[in-house]
């Protein structure tokens, strides 16, 4: 599980037990409003508080019905290898049902609770019920083979059959001792690279291996990878069992290196220099040329043997080719934690206009894997449960650069974070403010070495013209443009400017922060720059608070639109000449003919 579980219970009766496995277990608490009085986060809606939590991957343990987690959960079920767990508890902690995820850690984490609580845990799953193992969920520093059949193996056992164990790696495997012996089934626990003559019915690989590497600049990702290769088949090491990839910080957003950990599906770690030559006196392969360049004796030994610590040892020197260094260093016991650091990341992410619904899956899935959420507290007030118990750094309006600022470096230490903008994120938000600073670099006011080398995604949002426009009916039909009247950071002559051509262009127009407390008249300039190019009766559309409890809609004209009835928080839409509004039978619509008409008048004539 990635990610924290949160509990949930519905009314007092459940209060005592739901406070036993939060302080028990450090998981958050989350209460249904008017029926709790401790929690750290209310919710009013159970159904869609569950359905959110689900979305973006987050475990759940509900102190209440298991009716209401199915019920809640059904409609979004598509791939239990993805979803997360859901437990039930019954409100007086007799009963732990896992629900979903039994082999995601459901199963294992109901046993815990129920211990504690000193109830029954009722686990469904054949293979826990009559064996005590899953076999698709060995313990952290083991790797089941992707092209083993762990299903069929299950089978075989609980039809009566033995285990045979084999392999160089049985002495680790005490997980399986629970199951009963014979030669039916035979487990092969190795390190080593499969040979054809073997034929184990099931293979497993403990973690016992670091690989260490380095490059020169730009090193071509085919040779990192030929080289790894090579020594690991050399090594006669299985990549499967390959506990982390390891390197120089420095080389924390190098394309071979990244292209390797992401090809081979294995965790990047990184050392400073300082971390690595504390591994100088262990090296095989000691160079003062390295040491002189980037303050390290050895990147890819030391690398190695600083991810695998004092009881690990070198078992691979250094090799090498013209651009690429790698060596391997291994343990007596399979890995279960990681030192050194992550590259980092920072999601852009664009929320929307405000309402959940209008959140992308994949906005809510990076928000919940977020260690920490940055942004306008006003936007991060809007996220609700998704970000209910996470470390939140909160910004005022006009704190843009530093909340930027801010979310880079702490990337730059290694966190994955995630920048909330309102909208989407690279229209008008902090997407462009991010990649300026990247692209200053630390001697120009950007920022650090570090936070240049994170890795950035952006996802996508529905922005205010997007949301006006499907509220309003289809404004955007034709050729449109998105012009901000903020003249705070963009000359006013340049917005000017573009309004005068998007005028003369009779494009549809987005007009973003259109007026603010002190800037009213530029919204009248651009009122008249319009009344030139197109008609008085044009159609104008006013959406405010788009997504929000106060939305409102509202249609109006160019000649009568006034600065009076707009603030920060609308979007106006002025339509081109040929835009319209159609009464419907509940109100009006705003529509922008793509130029139909000659097909629609054809197909008519055809007819008659």
């Given at each position: 599980m990635a990610l924290d579980p949160v509990i949930l219970y519905m009314n007092k009766a459940g209060y005592i037990t739901a406070e036993k496995i939060s302080k028990e277990f450090s998981f958050k608490l989350h209460g249904r409003k008017n029926r709790v009085d401790v929690a750290e986060f209310i919710f009013d809606n159970a159904l869609d508080h569950i359905r959110e939590l689900f979305s973006c991957g987050t475990p759940i343990i509900g102190v209440c019905a298991s009716g209401i987690l199915i019920r809640a959960v059904a409609p979004l079920l598509r791939d239990k290898s993805l979803e997360p767990p859901i437990i039930a508890v019954s409100d007086d902690g007799s009963v732990v049902v896992p629900l979903l995820g039994g082999h995601r850690g459901a199963n294992r984490l109901a046993v815990r609770i129920a211990k504690f609580l000193g109830a029954k845990a009722a686990v469904t799953t054949a293979g826990e019920v009559s064996l005590g193992i899953a076999l698709d969920e060995p313990p952290e520093g083991?790797?089941?083979?992707?092209?083993?059949?762990?299903?069929?193996?299950?089978?075989?056992?609980?039809?009566?059959?033995?285990?045979?164990?084999?392999?160089?790696?049985?002495?680790?495997?005490?997980?399986?001792?629970?199951?009963?012996?014979?030669?039916?089934?035979?487990?092969?626990?190795?390190?080593?690279?499969?040979?054809?003559?073997?034929?184990?019915?099931?293979?497993?690989?403990?973690?016992?291996?670091?690989?260490?590497?380095?490059?020169?600049?730009?090193?071509?990702?085919?040779?990192?990878?030929?080289?790894?290769?090579?020594?690991?088949?050399?090594?006669?090491?299985?990549?499967?069992?390959?506990?982390?990839?390891?390197?120089?910080?420095?080389?924390?957003?190098?394309?071979?290196?990244?292209?390797?950990?992401?090809?081979?599906?294995?965790?990047?770690?990184?050392?400073?220099?300082?971390?690595?030559?504390?591994?100088?006196?262990?090296?095989?392969?000691?160079?003062?040329?390295?040491?002189?360049?980037?303050?390290?004796?050895?990147?890819?030994?030391?690398?190695?043997?600083?991810?695998?610590?004092?009881?690990?040892?070198?078992?691979?020197?250094?090799?090498?080719?013209?651009?690429?260094?790698?060596?391997?260093?291994?343990?007596?016991?399979?890995?279960?934690?990681?030192?050194?650091?992550?590259?980092?990341?920072?999601?852009?992410?664009?929320?929307?206009?405000?309402?959940?619904?209008?959140?992308?899956?994949?906005?809510?899935?990076?928000?919940?894997?977020?260690?920490?959420?940055?942004?306008?507290?006003?936007?991060?007030?809007?996220?609700?449960?998704?970000?209910?118990?996470?470390?939140?750094?909160?910004?005022?309006?006009?704190?843009?650069?530093?909340?930027?600022?801010?979310?880079?470096?702490?990337?730059?230490?290694?966190?994955?974070?995630?920048?909330?903008?309102?909208?989407?994120?690279?229209?008008?938000?902090?997407?462009?403010?991010?990649?300026?600073?990247?692209?200053?670099?630390?001697?120009?006011?950007?920022?650090?070495?570090?936070?240049?080398?994170?890795?950035?995604?952006?996802?996508?949002?529905?922005?205010?013209?997007?949301?006006?426009?499907a509220r309003s009916g289809a404004p955007l039909g034709n050729d449109f443009c998105a012009i901000s009247l903020s003249d705070l950071l963009t000359p006013k002559e340049d917005i000017l400017k573009r309004l005068n051509a998007a005028s003369i262009g009779d494009f549809v127009v987005a007009l973003y922060n259109p007026v603010s407390m002190r800037r009213k008249k530029l919204f009248e300039d651009a009122r008249e720059i319009f009344l030139k190019n197109r008609p008085e009766n044009t159609p104008v559309l006013l959406a405010s608070s788009l997504g929000r409890p106060k939305e409102t809609i509202r249609y109006t004209t160019l000649l009568e639109v006034n600065s009076s009835e707009i603030d920060m928080l609308t979007v106006v839409i002025v339509g081109s000449s040929n835009s319209k509004l159609v009464k419907m039978g509940d109100g009006f619509k705003m529509y922008t003919p793509r130029g139909y008409s000659k097909k629609i008048t054809g197909l008519s004539n055809d007819t008659e």
């Open positions: 083991w790797c089941l083979d992707p092209e083993s059949d762990a299903k069929a193996t299950m089978a075989k056992l609980l039809s009566g059959g033995g285990v045979k164990k084999t392999g160089t790696e049985i002495k680790n495997a005490h997980w399986l001792n629970v199951l009963p012996t014979g030669t039916d089934v035979e487990i092969l626990c190795t390190t080593e690279i499969n040979k054809d003559n073997l034929n184990p019915d099931i293979i497993f690989y403990p973690k016992m291996f670091s690989l260490g590497v380095g490059c020169s600049r730009d090193c071509p990702p085919q040779e990192l990878r030929r080289l790894v290769d090579s020594a690991l088949l050399e090594a006669n090491v299985n990549h499967h069992a390959i506990h982390s990839i390891s390197t120089l910080d420095l080389k924390a957003d190098e394309p071979a290196i990244l292209d390797l950990a992401n090809d081979l599906g294995i965790p990047l770690r990184l050392f400073t220099s300082e971390e690595l030559e504390q591994e100088a006196y262990r090296l095989e392969s000691p160079s003062e040329i390295v040491f002189k360049e980037v303050g390290c004796h050895g990147v890819s030994e030391g690398a190695a043997l600083a991810q695998v610590g004092n009881d690990g040892f070198l078992s691979t020197n250094k090799k090498k080719t013209k651009n690429a260094t790698c060596a391997l260093a291994s343990s007596d016991v399979p890995l279960v934690s990681f030192s050194g650091r992550s590259r980092g990341r920072l999601s852009l992410i664009g929320i929307g206009p405000g309402q959940a619904d209008w959140r992308t899956p994949e906005a809510s899935v990076l928000i919940g894997a977020a260690e920490e959420i940055i942004g306008y507290s006003l936007y991060l007030d809007l996220l609700g449960p998704v970000a209910a118990g996470k470390k939140r750094t909160d910004f005022s309006l006009g704190d843009e650069e530093k909340r930027c600022r801010y979310a880079l470096e702490r990337a730059g230490e290694g966190a994955n974070v995630a920048l909330i903008c309102s909208g989407d994120s690279g229209i008008y938000a902090m997407g462009a403010l991010v990649f300026e600073l990247l692209d200053r670099g630390p001697k120009s006011f950007g920022v650090s070495l570090n936070a240049r080398k994170v890795e950035v995604i952006s996802t996508p949002g529905v922005s205010a013209l997007q949301a006006a426009a």
